[in-house]
């Protein structure tokens, strides 16, 4: 599956890993080396909500882009860290509105793609 974003006619990515198990979600990038060009996570929910996600056991920053279920990109966080080792610094990302997805791709895709809050995606098999 690729994920384009409609409104500006890029593409976010070439090579999608679906998470949609709570494991799979809980894991999420946990302990790679790093992502692949052109790859990414989508974390599948159930419903609509304000889902969050933090860079445990992350190696490498990330672009974190939350789409609500009508397709529409509801919060961006650009080049999301790593946690350091200092437990006052972590931070969780939360988004503003709620979403029903949560798109996992490598920093600067967001910037590339010139991909902002209100764009339509499109999921493409």
């Known amino acids: 599956m690729r994920i384009l974003n409609a409104t500006r006619k890029t593409v976010l990515s070439e090579t999608i890993e679906i998470a949609d198990s709570s494991f ?4 999420g990038l946990m302990f790679r080396e790093s ?7 989508l ?6 909500g304000r889902h969050s996600i933090w860079m445990f056991g992350m190696r490498f920053p990330i672009d974190v882009i939350y789409i609500g279920g009508d397709h529409r ?11 350091g080792l200092n437990p ?3 931070k969780i990302s939360v988004p503003k ?3 029903r997805y949560v798109l996992e ?3 600067g895709v967001a910037k590339r793609t ?6 339509r995606v499109e999921f493409v098999s």
């Open 97 to 99: 509105e709620k979403c």
């Open 88 to 90: 006052k610094t972590w």
């Open 24 to 27: 799979k979600k809980a894991k």
């Open 114 to 119: 010139g991909t902002m809050v209100g764009d």
């Open 35 to 41: 992502l692949e060009k052109g790859h990414g996570l």
């Open 73 to 83: 990109i509801a919060h961006l966080e650009k080049g999301f860290r790593p946690l």
């Open 43 to 48: 974390m599948v929910f159930r419903s609509e």
């Open 105 to 107: 791709v490598g920093a």
